[in-house]
């Protein structure tokens, strides 16, 4: 009966550190994402496009027209972002950071230089 080959050790270890690094990439992207999504929406409530106007000392009326709706929406989508791209980049980093080498394989080399020859390897 013929056994199934399986992953070595280093092909595993390159499978692992590929994923770590993906997922890396992925937290970033969500954080930028939300960083984004917190400064765009930061910026609308704080121009002059009347929301503000519509909602004194941040108490909004709910019977008024949809803008105050929306500047409700605003208000708590704006922190969320942020806190998303808080929490992207701290889980992101790290991730790229300690990301583990692939270890190589074993190799050999020869070099020739003017007035030098050698060899060189990894093990």
């Known amino acids: 009966m013929a056994s199934t080959p399986t992953l070595s050790e280093t092909q595993s270890a390159a499978a692992s550190s590929g994923a770590q690094r993906t997922w890396g990439w992925v937290a970033i992207g969500v954080g930028a994402a939300g960083l984004l999504t917190g400064a765009v929406t930061g910026i609308v409530l704080l121009s002059d496009s009347g929301l503000r106007n519509s909602c004194p000392n941040n108490i909004c009326d ?17 922190p969320a972002g942020f806190i998303v791209g808080a929490v992207g980049a701290a889980v992101g980093i790290p991730l790229l950071l300690w990301t583990p080498k692939p270890e190589s394989e074993p190799h050999t ?15």
Request: glycine content about 16%; proline content about 6%.
């Open 62 to 78: 709910p019977s008024k027209d949809h803008s105050t709706k929306i500047y409700n929406i605003l208000r708590y989508a704006s």
């Open 109 to 123: 080399g020869f070099w020739l230089g003017p007035g030098s020859a050698g060899v060189k390897g990894a093990f």
